[in-house]
């Protein structure tokens, strides 16, 4: 693999594309949302950074350019105009969102990538191949260094964990499914990349270094989601290398060995099962009941869906209702908590973009399996690892939520674009590019770059501004608070987290008349049972006693099993001189099973059962 100066351009590209998976380091604590809206700020960066080398390599190219789509590139671009055209509403219109702009940002990123590594395919060039993959495993096993280090005490790069190890992600479960898809792509290049030369060797055991580091530390972090994920991918490369599907097809074709052999798989099978649900009980039945709503949610919103990035604003409405409607068994009132993902990606795609959006997922999984089905080992080989490590992917989304884990989401992307340059069929769709229309589109890149770099300055400016707001309400200063949440209002206008903070600053100024329409509109992109209990209160303070009634009810059906919302009912019906009412909440109290013990809830049933003891003593002996 020798450098020259032809490779200079694509050169170039690749280390800016690069840059794009060093995100899983990048770590915040100047920013409201910590490391996730520093990433979201990297990846806006970063996006415009392709769009500017992309935009000169276009404006510099003389010769006419030749463009090729197939089926992956289709669907993708298809999927990201629905996720564009359910983001409007028929009531509230438009509404941005910044997972929008993301997903824009890695079609970006997964663009260039297809079009560096089908350039490298097409001139039978290993060196940009060779060179990005390289640099994949190189960031990834750094990445699961820091989960060794972790195990035996030592945090470098500040990659501290909140609880388990995490490396620098923050929490056991998205450490443990990044890993996973980084072990499958590094066992996956270590089986199936062919050749004897000194780089080909050194890739394959960069890919056996990372993949040994990553199944050590997997196990460690307690991520059953990504155990499934690890095990799926393997499974395929053993379908695919040791021919293991047919080899077990052989050991069923004598009756005698399938009445044996059948009962012990089926055996072995449910005792897995049974392990890894027994792990974590209160987790997976948390997760049956998200499914059990989210098929009620899909149900009345099967076609279309309830728009794009809607379930964690429409969930905790369906979960409400789904409470306050009958009588439900006591481990669903326990598990039911404050939920803003399905925890199941497909099922979470159907919820939000309808049939219409899940065919389109579908099919872009089934293209991959088209792909690796007719591949060659020698001819394709990276369409195998790649391949596996994208379903390897969908099967953590299946039991987690990876889209909101932008390291995790980059690389799905990234090897969605590396099986799309390798696909079989290549690109049967071609447009070819003159230069003027090269130039063009060039300058229309710089035009979208500024438009990211811009975004990019706005959201750092305005998350470190919003985190200096916060502390200030923390501290008490809320007249400075409400000054700074003012600022940023055009900022973060359709953000509904901020709305929320700024309407309960507002609500505890006891300014109600501000504060109401504030977090009435928060409701259209933020949910959670505090937000209708500030409602609720704001209506109080305004005189709205009926109102504030229905939406502290709702706050307590959103989570049956907290007691604060039933307190305020209480308090409430007593405001009311509902004396009645007010007893039949307090015995509903005293009735409540505890789930985590605290002062809290100690004082709440004592005031409870003192409201219950004054009316049992007004009744008199003789009542």
Known sequence: MRLSFNHLPRLTLSLVLLSFFLSVFVRSNSVWGGDFSARQIYLYGASGLVLVVAGVGLVIRRSTLDLGLNRIDILMGLFWVWCL??????????????????????????????????????????????????????????????GVFQIYGINLFNAFATHGISGTLG??????????????????????????GQWDRLLKYLGLFTFLSAVFVIPVTGSRASWLAFISGAVIFASVKLHIIERIKRLFLTRSKSTFLLPFFIVLVLATIHVIYGLKPDSAFGRFLIWKITFSMI??????????????????NYQASYFATGSRPLHEIMVAGHVQAAYNEPLQTLAELGLIGEILFLLVVWSVIHAMVRSKDLEDWPVYPCGA??????????????????????????????????????????????????????????????????????????????????????????????VDYLKLLPVFKWNGEFLFMYGALLTLSKEYSKALPILERAANGYNDPKLWLLIATDHEGLGDLQQSEWEIKKASAMVPHEFYPRFLLMRLFVKRKEQDSAVVVAKEIMAMPVKVPSPAVTEIKEKADSLIQQKSSARGPAD
């Open 299 to 316: 149900s009345r919103h099967l076609l279309l869906g309830i728009g794009f990035d809607r379930f964690k604003v429409a969930y905790e």
């Open 85 to 146: 055209l359910r983001s409007f509403s028929m009531s509230g219109g438009f509404q941005p969102h910044e997972k929008l702009a993301m997903q824009l940002g890695l079609l970006i990123f997964y663009s260039a990538t297809k079009i560096l590594v089908r350039a490298s395919v097409k001139e039978n060039s290993e060196f940009l191949r060779i060179m990005v993959f390289s640099g994949v495993l190189l960031i990834g096993f750094f990445a699961v260094s820091l």
């Open 171 to 196: 929490n056991p479960d998205f450490y443990g499914g990044y890993l996973a898809i980084i072990a499958v792509f590094a066992l996956g290049v270590y089986m199936f990349l062919g050749g004897n």
């Open 389 to 482: 490590s994208f379903l390897a992917f969908v099967v953590l989304s299946s039991f987690d939520y990876p889209t909101e884990i932008l390291p995790t989401l980059t690389l799905s992307f990234f090897f969605l674009a590396c099986v799309s340059a390798q696909h079989p069929s290549y690109d049967p769709f071609r447009v070819r590019l003159s230069p003027v229309l090269q130039k063009l589109i060039g300058l229309l890149l710089f035009l979208l770059a500024i438009v990211f770099g811009t975004h990019s300055k706005a959201m750092y400016g305005g998350y470190q501004d919003w985190r200096v707001a916060y502390q200030a309400t923390e501290a008490g200063n809320f007249s400075e608070a409400k």
